[in-house]
């Protein structure tokens, strides 16, 4: 019996072990991996809304650590050499509730990437007012970001009617942005450079509908974005993050349309988008005209020079342009350590001007009235590529390759008069220039430039070094045949001198510049750091101008007396050392800057001689350098820069002899001259108001210059006689001289108030401009006073979905005061009066229109000066999705598009008038198309994102 149990009981032991192990067989217990000494630790912390949150200060805390950090600009958190994987972790920010989390982890696991941190707003209710959600607007250190969800646009609208909807944006017809009164420079997507950068191509074709956030950042460059070191100033850059759940899909749209007069206007947008994959094409082929006011400013006038002026429109040379600009962007990452950008765009332009202008001309020996005319054709073509490599090597070395070509040319051929009667103290003079010329010119562009970055362990210290070379070689023919006349009055019936002139000139212009920048950043605290930087930037210059004059029987005589040959270098160095605080709500960078400098050169003498004079010039300044900003909030900021800049003399103004190259305008060069250096002064103050839905942006920019470069023109006086009859003519004798007093401020303001859930949205924005500029006449010093005083009111009104009005009223007025002989102050003002909107009727009708009459009082006696310009349209759509539109417009419906511009300038004061051309129509079609396919992911895993909107392979 106790034998049977046994056998009984080893069976069942026996068939337990055998269900345990596979086949029957016993197996063998793995052992479990050791744990490791230390980890790293990342993470990023974000709100409810999937906001990331720039600056939270992050604690970690286990038996072995005790570690603080603040996340980065893109919410990212990193903590190296951790020694327990169980730990604490206390996340804060203002405004939000604090989360203390326990987390245990494998410690065998070298990187250790958490789940997004997610804070919850602190809510605080005060009188009944509560802050709901993220705010539309947040201000940065360096960025102004805009929540896009919290505008609305209507379906297949582009991203230039998302903008206009956006407080402190001014959006051109030709696709310019400004920002709280600053140009926006270039364009990016998702963190990088899209389209070449173009902003134009990128607000008139992305959709609006793909947009999740509109960033304006101060952008100091790739290697500042990399090390956090901020040097020179920066560009305005718009960059465009797309929705998470519109970053995977195609996007396109097609426009044809033909009008009266030949107009045309077709485009062609194309664009794949996965995560960090974008590929696109684009192109636009039109027929238009040029010199057109833009909507709600025709028929202005500008006031430039010295302070600046108003805008009535794009300006340049009025006429008819036929273009286009075919364009290819491409960027893709390459597994996960490599990234890569390029972008091609092939342009030609073909422009027929036609200049009309007028004014007035001073110096310290009177003044001159002149009248002149030209016209013009201009064909020029342009090349340009980019490629840009990012390679992260590893998570301590980074590497930044971007090769770029571009290649241009152009052919123009240009006839003028130009009518000067000069009232002088050394008498009467009475010129009339007739100019017929041609040049054709050609120049290649090549460039490289090299980034390495390598990061230690311990957070936050960094070393770069960067190097780039760019080589350019410019070719020009000229064939210039002028004929000078001067009359013994003011009108044309006597003439008494009749003399012709023909040049052939060849100009080969040649150079290289080398820049190389080292940093390095030392952590010394949890905030701070000290920040050292070295530039070295060297150009060199090869020019050469040879001409020839044309005889009467035909042949060419080389003209060694008006041969400009000369090379020179330019050699800058820049060396600072900063101490930088990074707080949450603090902000300072304080330290010192030195500049040392050397123009060296040699020009061969045009006596004929063939002497070389050679030129070489040291110079060294220390510059103080100054940043500081606070934040009382993510919506409220104020900020303070200073900085230096010197401004080089040219080689040609230091020539220690005479340019005879231009015998009406002799060039005599000063050894002597000292660098221009510009002390600036910048106060920034923004505040976004959620609950009110109110925006306040304020800007105060002020400059004073120092040993400021001016010429100083010396006006000779010859006599003329021939047949009895007498009159006079002037040589200008140019001559260069350092001067001090100059200066200037420019306060900017916009103020914004949203009502009724962005129904109507008042604003307010506009400049006070002073400038105060010294010059140099026949030796004297004289100065230009300019004041300007320019507002803008532009209410959005859209009471109902299918009903958008935007009327629009602005006053500007300038004064110029000038203290040479005969000038007259000026005074010109303009009052706008202005209203674009759309009207949608039946579901799928629109109708389009704009309107703007303007009175302009200060121009004298040419042009309209109270111009009313009106444009209107109509759209049809069709299909389901009403991605077909059938489009028709007409321009300046009344023909009165006759606006002048004027430019005011301490030496003179010019109008031009304006386009003729303006009215035409255009009919077309325009399809939209969109297919989307979910947010990005790999592995099934959604990709996390940084703050610029690129994603995290």
């Known amino acids: 019996m106790k034998k049977a149990l046994f056998i009984a009981l080893l069976m069942f032991s026996s068939s337990i072990l055998y269900a345990q192990v596979p086949g029957g067989m016993p197996r063998r217990q793995q052992p479990a991996a050791p744990p490791l000494p230390t980890r790293q630790v990342s993470g990023v912390v974000k709100d409810s809304a999937d906001n990331t949150l720039p600056g939270a200060l992050v604690k970690l805390e286990s038996k072995n650590d005790t570690i603080s950090t603040s996340a980065n600009a893109d919410g990212i958190f990193i903590f190296k050499n951790i020694k327990s994987a169980t730990f604490v972790l206390t996340v804060s920010n203002i405004g939000y509730r604090k989360l203390v989390k326990r987390f245990l982890n494998n410690d065998a696991v070298p990187r250790l990437v958490l789940d997004p941190i997610i804070l919850k707003s602190e809510a605080t209710a005060l009188k009944a007012v509560v802050v709901n959600g993220t705010p539309s607007i947040t201000y940065k250190v360096d960025t102004v970001e805009y929540k896009a969800g919290d505008y609305k646009v209507r379906e297949n609208a582009t991203v230039d009617e998302l903008l206009k909807k956006m407080e402190g944006f001014e959006v051109g017809t030709d696709g310019t942005v400004t920002h709280q009164g600053q140009q926006i420079a270039r364009a990016k997507l998702n963190g990088k450079e899209y389209a070449g950068g173009d902003v134009a191509q990128a607000i008139q074709n992305l959709p609006a509908e793909i947009v999740e956030k509109i960033q304006v950042v101060d952008d100091y460059g790739d290697q500042a974005a990399r090390t956090g070191i901020k040097d020179g100033d920066p560009q305005k850059v718009l960059n465009i993050t797309t929705r998470a759940d519109r970053s995977v899909g195609t996007t396109g749209r097609m426009t044809g349309q033909y009008g009266s007069n030949d107009r045309y206007n077709a485009q062609l947008f194309v664009q794949r988008i996965n995560a960090n994959q974008q590929i696109g094409i684009i192109g636009r082929f039109a027929n238009t005209v040029n010199g057109i006011a833009s909507s709600g400013l025709a028929g202005g006038a500008t006031n430039g020079g010295g302070g600046g002026g108003g805008n009535a429109g794009r300006g340049g040379s009025p006429g008819t342009t ?82 770029t070509f571009s290649y241009s040319s152009s052919n123009s051929l240009s006839n003028s008069m130009a009518d000067n009667v000069n009232h002088y103290t050394t008498g009467f ?42 080589t350019s070689n410019t070719q020009q023919k000229g064939d210039k045949n002028t004929d000078y006349q001067y009359y013994a009055d003011s009108t044309r019936n006597t003439l008494v001198s009749d003399s012709l002139s023909h040049l052939l000139t060849r100009r080969t212009s040649k150079n290289t510049t080398y820049n190389t920048t080292a940093t390095y950043v030392e952590p010394i605290g949890q905030y701070s750091q000290i920040e050292f930087t070295g530039h070295i930037r060297r150009s060199v210059y090869d020019n050469t101008a040879v001409s020839d004059t044309v005889l009467a029987n035909g042949q060419t005589q080389q003209l060694t007396r008006l041969d400009n040959i000369y090379n020179y270098s330019f050699t800058e160095s820049r060396y600072s050392v900063d101490y930088r605080y990074n707080g949450t709500k603090y902000n300072l960078s304080v330290g010192v800057l030195a500049l040392p400098s050397n123009l060296a050169g040699n020009k061969e003498n045009n006596s004929g001689d063939g002497s070389t004079i050679s030129t070489s010039h040291n110079y ?90 001016t010429s100083n023109t010396i ?43 962005r129904r109507y949205n008042l604003s307010l924005n506009g400049n006070i401009t002073y400038n105060y500029s010294v010059a140099m006449s026949n030796d004297q010093l004289y100065h230009n006073t300019n004041w300007r005083f320019d507002e803008r009111f532009g209410p959005r009104i859209n009471p109902t979905d299918n009903i958008e009005i935007n009327p629009y009223i602005a006053y500007d007025l ?112 325009r399809l939209n198309l969109q297919k989307w396919s979910g947010r990005p992911s790999r592995n099934g895993r959604q990709l996390q994102r940084r703050g610029d909107g690129s994603f995290m392979y």
Do not use: C
């Open 429 to 470: 003079e009475h010129q009339v220039v007739n100019t017929v010329s041609q040049n054709t010119s050609t120049a290649p562009t090549y460039g490289i430039t090299a980034f390495y970055l390598h990061t230690f362990k311990k957070a936050r210290r960094n070393v770069s070094l960067q190097y780039s070379v760019t």
């Open 814 to 925: 300038s004064r110029s005061f000038t203290t040479l002989l005969g000038a007259t102050p000026t005074m010109l003002q303009t009052t706008s009066l202005a209203v674009d909107g759309r009207v949608y009727f039946l579901k799928t009708f629109q109708i389009n229109y704009s309107a703007a009459k303007s009175y302009v009082t200060g121009l004298g006696r040419l042009g309209n000066p109270s111009p009313l310009v009106i444009n209107a349209g109509f759209e049809k759509e069709f299909f389901k999705r009403r991605n077909l539109v059938l489009t028709f417009n007409i321009y300046d419906l009344l023909h009165q598009n006759n606006f002048i511009q004027q430019s005011v300038t301490a030496q003179a004061v010019t109008n031009t008038l304006s386009n003729t051309l303006s009215r035409y129509y255009l009919v077309g079609l």
């Open 322 to 403: 036929r273009s286009g600009s075919p364009s290819f962007n491409y960027r893709d990452q390459w597994g996960k350590k490599v990234e890569v950008i390029s972008s091609y765009t092939y342009r030609f332009s073909n422009n027929n001007a036609v200049n009309d202008s007028y004014g007035q001309r001073y110096s310290t020996k009177g003044s001159s009235d002149f009248v002149d005319h030209s016209t013009a054709e201009n064909d020029s073509k342009g090349h340009n590529l980019r490629f840009e490599i990012d390679y992260n090597i590893d998570k301590s070395n980074y590497l930044q390759i971007t090769p």
């Open 715 to 757: 006006q000779i006086t010859q006599e003329i006689n021939n047949n009895g009859a007498t009159t006079r003519k002037t040589i200008n004798e140019i001559t260069y001289a350092n001067v001090n007093g100059s200066h200037a401020i420019v306060g900017r303001y916009s103020i914004s108030k949203q009502l009724s859930d």
């Open 620 to 709: 060294f300044r220390i510059i103080p350098v100054l940043r500081a900003s606070y934040s009382w909030s993510r919506t409220q900021r104020i900020s303070f820069t200073y900085s230096g800049d010197n401004a080089e003399p040219q080689f040609q103004q230091i020539q220690p002899f005479t340019d005879r190259t231009d015998p009406n305008n002799i060039v005599v060069g000063n050894p002597d001259l000292k660098p221009t250096f510009t002390n600036s002064l910048n106060l920034n103050y923004n505040n976004y108001l959620p609950n009110s839905k109110l925006n306040l942006s304020f800007n105060v920019n002020g400059t004073i210059s120092q040993d400021q470069i």
